[in-house]
């Protein structure tokens, strides 16, 4: 099967902004679909991701738009707006944001989708699950169940016990905490191929922050007692599973270090 090639534009983002960009664009390269960032902003392409804070960007966009009429968009704000037609990511979180955001902006499962297929295709669009093979797949599948939750119910809170993972099949959910005042914090926005509650669910400990459903969603559930065993007794999924976790570390170093070099720099 072809190797599907996805077009993106960048709108109004310096240059270290751009550089994790692509190297998020890297990650999220299947054997499925080749992102492939365009040098000029002026050029054709399948995903425009805009820099929404920014007055020139908006105008840039405002222009663009009008030579790509059926481009996908996903504006990047510091105060996302749920409201918006668009997919929306936090700035300056984009590192933990984008991979769900490019999963969103392909286009979420139809009803006529065979449900075995369905929860196939959400894992392998996820970032976790990337390298699996379609046999570990199938016993993911096997061993996990489905979840629908109307708009606005919570999925789990801070520190709740974290035995549970949740891969979203359609819908969308909030993550977020609430800061010493109780006002509550959005991290991010995830949608279908993204994953929540795998990090307290392998380690065991409490959850780092709450998920809520903005519209009617369907998840697949994978509980810690089923998934521990199956690493043991599956050790190229194990191995896999490490390297991603790893590569997610990498981005997310990366990415506090050029918060933490802007924070000197402003100083």
């Not at 002026?42 to 007055?55: K, T």
């Not at 800061?179 to 509650?197: K, S, T």
Request: glycine fraction near 6%; aromatic fraction near 4%.
């Amino acid at each position: 099967m072809a190797i599907k090639v996805v077009t993106v534009n960048t709108i109004g983002f310096v240059d270290r902004e751009r550089r994790m960009i692509r190297n998020i664009l890297s990650v999220a390269s299947n054997n499925e679909v080749s992102y492939q960032l365009v040098e000029n902003p002026r050029a054709a392409a399948s995903v425009a991701i805009i820099n929404a804070d920014d007055a020139v960007a908006m105008q840039f966009w405002n222009e663009y738009r009008q030579d790509v009429p059926g481009i996908s968009v996903i504006l990047a704000s510091a105060v996302p707006a749920l409201e918006s037609d668009y997919i929306c990511i936090k700035r300056p979180l984009i590192a933990s944001q984008l991979h769900g955001a490019l999963a969103l902006s392909g286009g979420n499962a139809t009803a006529a989708t065979p449900p075995a297929q369905q929860k196939m295709a959400a894992l392998r669009r996820s970032l976790l699950f990337r390298n699996f093979s379609s046999a570990h797949l199938e016993k993911i599948i096997a061993l996990s169940r489905m979840l629908t939750l109307s708009a606005g119910q919570a999925v789990f809170s801070r520190a709740d016990a974290g035995e549970e993972m949740f891969v979203v099949l359609s819908g969308r959910l909030k993550v977020s905490v609430c800061d010493r005042e109780g006002h509550d914090i959005m991290l991010g926005v995830v949608g279908p191929g993204e994953i929540l509650g795998e990090i307290a669910m392998l380690d065991g400990l409490g959850r780092s922050a709450g998920a809520t459903t903005l519209a009617p969603s369907e998840l697949l559930v994978i509980h810690r007692r089923d998934f521990m065993p199956f690493l043991e007794q599956n050790s190229k999924a194990a191995i896999d599973l490490i390297r991603v976790l790893a590569l997610r570390l990498r981005l997310n170093t990366e990415q506090l270090a050029e918060l933490i070099a802007d924070s000197t720099i402003t100083r």
